[in-house]
């Protein structure tokens, strides 16, 4: 579930929790939980709602002046209306593992490990040394010109990315990406062990 920035912000800070939508069907369910721009948010509930029945408290917890405005945001289509409670439960996970520059044998192996099986599964060959170094050699490049050097289409290649930034090896800049102390970390032990000489 995608959340406007200020309205991730609301659900942190305790001024809004509640979202509404129209889907088809649910498209969330209670329990589950998602990271927003804000952290980690959880889908607290999700109801059937009218939209004559949008109170002016469901409105300002949804983070609107009115009923007539929460409406006016809402797709313009004829699908139902859901109500959506939402809960902050703490920072985003990946924050920390960006951090965390200190890799043992055991973590550089289980990245290289989870590496390996994210290029087996793509069906255009190995991507993840090429995108990481591309990345490190030209941080806050945007992403359309880090795709054309890499022969990759812009769309496939940002998916991609976050796959590396779920790793905590990557982060989003306002305009591209660079490495995580993390990923620094990875490729200088990476680096060091293909400069090693064999035994």
Known sequence: MLLPVRTAQGVADGSIDLAFRRW????????????SSAGVIEIVTVDPADADDISDDDARRAGFASPAEVISK???????????????????????LRADADLSDDDVGDLVT????????????????????????????????LAAELGRERAEFKLDVRKLKKLGLT???????????????LLLRLDDETSRPDD
């Open 171 to 185: 982060h989003s800049l306002d305009v591209g990406y660079e490495l995580s102390p993390r990923g620094r970390a």
């Open 24 to 35: 088809k069907t649910p498209r969330v369910k209670p329990g589950s939980t998602f990271i």
């Open 74 to 96: 809402l797709r313009k289509n004829d699908d139902p209306i859901f109500r959506v409670g939402l809960r902050w439960v703490g920072p985003d996970p990946r924050i920390a």
């Open 114 to 145: 989870r590496l390996d099986r994210l290029d087996a599964r793509a069906s255009y060959g190995p991507w993840t040394r090429a995108t990481l170094d591309v990345i490190a050699r030209r941080p806050a490049v945007v992403s359309t010109e």
